[in-house]
């Protein structure tokens, strides 16, 4: 039996920092309100010059590191992203040329918050049917781009960031279930209007800007809340596991309240969740790897033990994974 296993992780964020104080001055807020309703206390903001590509080879190089493998062992790279640097080639074509890898299969994957997790659950299927034996998934987004900076309802979420594991063929168990799903009868709760096909000058009802997120924030925080409840039991289930069979709760990173009611639903103390969405923010599908790298380098998550990663993010798309590290 072939599992994929995690060989090795990594993350990135880039240097310049956006503080709750810096967005008091931008828009009519406080860091009380966005602490109290979302926990966040920063984000952290690409260079005008700095691309999702960017971030994402860092993440990707430090999780090579960690893994003790070289580019030219990858025979897959996938890159889960929204924010992609150009229309075409795909990012992970793009991030391919940088780590001067020469022919392996590379493609993005646009699943916004659950995008990671998409890309872990393709990854595995080739690892599995035995198409692939060593890949790179990554989770990279410069979602600060399609952020409208004056919109205070969406500007204090969100973030950018990466994230990234090598993925390898094992005997040893790895990952032991994917759950995925996807709704596209919520569009207008969350999305960017504007694109290449409808065009940037779509009109709008809102009169917002086309380029960039909209929100309706406290349905989608709802809806979160239950698809995540469900999706945790659905994955205990089909795993015939109990609640206290799971190590760690390693769950995409938007918003502190939706964390702590999907902790609940599994009877989990905070101490086993794994929460970095203080330090970022929403980095959509960077926050699942940004938070697993953190949680492994800092010794929390070791070897053996059992975690359930979870995303949910615009389309709606929601997922889970459950695996041994
Ligand atoms: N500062 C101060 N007040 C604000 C702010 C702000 N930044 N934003 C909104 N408010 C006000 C509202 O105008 C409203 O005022 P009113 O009562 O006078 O009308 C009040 O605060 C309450 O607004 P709600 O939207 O009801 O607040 P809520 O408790 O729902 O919190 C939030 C808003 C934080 C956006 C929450 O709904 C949330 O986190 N939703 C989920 C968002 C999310 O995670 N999205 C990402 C999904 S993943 C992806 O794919 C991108």
């Given at each position: 039996?072939?599992?994929?296993?995690?060989?090795?992780?990594?993350?990135?964020?880039?240097?310049?920092?956006?503080?709750?104080?810096d967005?008091?001055?931008?828009?009519?807020?406080?860091?009380?309100?966005?602490?109290?309703?979302?926990?966040?206390?920063?984000?952290?903001?690409?260079?005008?010059?700095?691309?999702?590509?960017?971030?994402?080879?860092?993440?990707?190089?430090?999780?090579?590191?960690?893994?003790?493998?070289?580019?030219?062992?990858?025979?897959?790279i996938?890159?889960?992203?929204?924010?992609?640097?150009?229309?075409f080639?795909?990012?992970?074509?793009?991030?391919?040329?940088?780590?001067?890898?020469?022919?392996?299969?590379?493609?993005?994957?646009?699943?916004v918050?659950?995008?990671?997790?998409?890309?872990?659950?393709?990854?595995?299927?080739?690892?599995?049917?035995?198409?692939?034996?060593?890949?790179?998934?990554?989770?990279?987004?410069?979602?600060?781009?399609?952020?409208?900076?004056?919109?205070?309802?969406?500007?204090?979420?969100?973030?950018?960031?990466?994230?990234?594991?090598?993925?390898?063929?094992?005997?040893?168990?790895?990952?032991?279930?994917?759950?995925?799903?996807a709704d596209?009868?919520?569009?207008?709760?969350?999305?960017?209007?504007?694109?290449?096909?409808?065009?940037?000058?779509?009109?709008v009802?809102?009169?917002?800007?086309?380029?960039?997120?909209?929100?309706?924030?406290?349905?989608?925080?709802?809806?979160?809340?239950?698809?995540?409840g469900?999706?945790?039991?659905?994955?205990?289930?089909?795993?015939?596991?109990?609640?206290?069979?799971?190590?760690?709760?390693?769950?995409?990173?938007?918003?502190?309240?939706?964390?702590?009611?999907t902790?609940?639903?599994?009877?989990?103390?905070?101490?086993?969740?794994?929460?970095?969405?203080?330090?970022?923010?929403?980095?959509?599908?960077?926050?699942?790897?940004?938070?697993?790298?953190?949680?492994?380098?800092?010794?929390r998550?070791?070897?053996?033990?059992?975690?359930?990663?979870?995303?949910?993010?615009?389309?709606?798309?929601?997922?889970?994974?459950?695996?041994?590290?």
């Open positions: 039996n072939v599992y994929s296993r995690i060989t090795g992780t990594g993350s990135y964020l880039p240097e310049k920092v956006l503080s709750n104080q967005l008091e001055k931008m828009v009519e807020t406080s860091d009380q309100w966005i602490q109290e309703r979302t926990g966040i206390r920063k984000r952290h903001i690409a260079e005008a010059e700095q691309t999702t590509c960017d971030l994402a080879e860092q993440a990707a190089r430090r999780a090579l590191e960690a893994a003790g493998k070289t580019p030219e062992d990858l025979d897959l996938i890159v889960a992203t929204t924010t992609p640097d150009k229309i080639p795909s990012t992970a074509c793009l991030l391919q040329q940088r780590l001067g890898n020469h022919g392996c299969p590379a493609f993005d994957i646009q699943a918050c659950t995008g990671f997790v998409y890309a872990m659950d393709v990854a595995n299927k080739f690892i599995r049917t035995g198409a692939a034996r060593t890949a790179l998934v990554v989770g990279a987004e410069t979602l600060s781009r399609i952020v409208d900076w004056t919109d205070r309802g969406t500007c204090i979420l969100f973030g950018d960031g990466s994230g990234a594991v090598v993925l390898e063929a094992s005997e040893e168990p790895g990952i032991l279930s994917t759950h995925l799903h596209g009868a919520y569009e207008e709760l969350l999305h960017v209007p504007g694109g290449v096909s409808r065009g940037f000058e779509v009109a009802e809102t009169g917002a800007d086309p380029r960039f997120m909209q929100m309706k924030g406290n349905e989608v925080f709802k809806m979160a809340v239950n698809t995540l469900r999706i945790v039991d659905e994955t205990l289930a089909a795993n015939q596991m109990k609640k206290s069979d799971i190590d760690w709760l390693v769950p995409h990173q938007a918003n502190i309240r939706i964390i702590k009611a902790a609940r639903k599994l009877s989990m103390d905070m101490d086993n969740v794994v929460v970095t969405v203080h330090e970022h923010g929403n980095t959509s599908a960077a926050s699942v790897p940004l938070a697993l790298d953190t949680a492994v380098r800092d010794g998550i070791k070897r053996g033990e059992t975690l359930l990663l979870e995303a949910f993010g615009g389309g709606f798309t929601w997922g889970s994974i459950l695996l041994k590290y």
